[in-house]
């Protein structure tokens, strides 16, 4: 529930910065402290998604329902799982989430765009 109060908080408080930007007088710039910044489109997408089958079965440390809109999963339900934690919503609902806030819903880690790898030789 407090996930849910959560969320629906940050979209209030979104609204209203989006409201307030709009009615700025011209050589005004909003305070960059109460801009909220979320996810970028392609680190959202790189994440694992997949369609429920007839099991409702989700991946990973999940109950059987999503954590934020507090719907029970159904069968041929699209889900998205965030690497770091594992943790899985429906996608529609995480990636709302994640666009307006970097951290996992639930365990409030930062999930981490994907990553180069850089090999480091030890040669001198």
């Not at 609204?15 to 709009?22: K, L, M, T, V």
């Not at 409702?56 to 799982?81: F, H, M, Q, W």
Request: some cysteine.
């Amino acid at each position: 529930m407090a996930c849910y109060a959560s969320f629906m908080y940050s979209r209030s408080n979104t609204a209203r910065i989006a409201a307030a930007q709009h009615s700025t007088p011209t050589g005004m710039s909003p305070d960059p402290a109460t801009v909220m910044m979320g996810l970028d489109e392609s680190t959202i997408e790189s994440y694992q998604k997949l369609e429920l089958g007839e099991s409702r079965r989700v991946p990973g440390p999940n109950e059987g329902s999503c954590s934020i809109c507090l719907s029970e999963y159904k069968a041929k339900d699209t889900i998205r799982c965030i690497p770091e934690c594992s943790h899985c919503f429906h996608a529609d609902c995480i990636d709302e989430w994640l666009r307006m806030n970097s951290t996992c819903p639930l365990c409030r880690n930062s999930p981490s765009p994907p990553s180069t790898v850089l090999v480091m030789s030890t040669d001198h």
